[in-house]
Nanobody, 115 residues
Framework: QVQLVESGGGLVQAGGSLRLDCAAS????????MGWYRQAPGKQRELVAT???????NYADSLKGRFTISRDNAKNTVYLQMNNLEPEDTAVYYC?????????WGQGTQVTVSS
């Protein structure tokens, strides 16, 4: 079993930065892909970024260059550095672990960007 706890969300002004952390309990395997998704009010949940245990990343095209995902395998933790935030980034951000065909999700952390 994998349990995920996000932290680091909050309220920030446009142009500011936040760093989200996601700590996993249980065993994270080398095959596990960790990542971040977000869901804004009235919208579908969407990919933000993913990262493998070897450091291969995948970003939503619209976010690449502003957001950076990283991973500390020894700490079972994945991070999301968000820079130059925009009001459109306001959403609940969810941590995710994908193990082959199974997904594990955190409870989410709210990010609100004011204009």
């Amino acid at each position: 079993q994998v349990q995920l706890v996000e932290s680091g969300g909050g309220l920030v002004q446009a142009g500011g930065s936040l760093r989200l952390d996601c700590a996993a309990s249980g065993t994270i395997l080398s095959i596990d892909v960790m990542g971040w998704y977000r869901q804004a009010p009235g919208k579908q949940r969407e990919l933000v970024a993913t990262i493998t245990s070897t450091g291969t990343t995948n970003y939503a095209d619209s976010l690449k260059g502003r957001f950076t995902i990283s991973r500390d395998n020894a700490k079972n933790t994945v991070y999301l550095q968000m820079n130059n935030l925009e009001p459109e980034d306001t959403a609940v951000y969810y941590c995710n672990v994908r193990r082959v065909i199974r997904n594990f999700w955190g409870q989410g952390t709210q990010v609100t960007v004011s204009s």
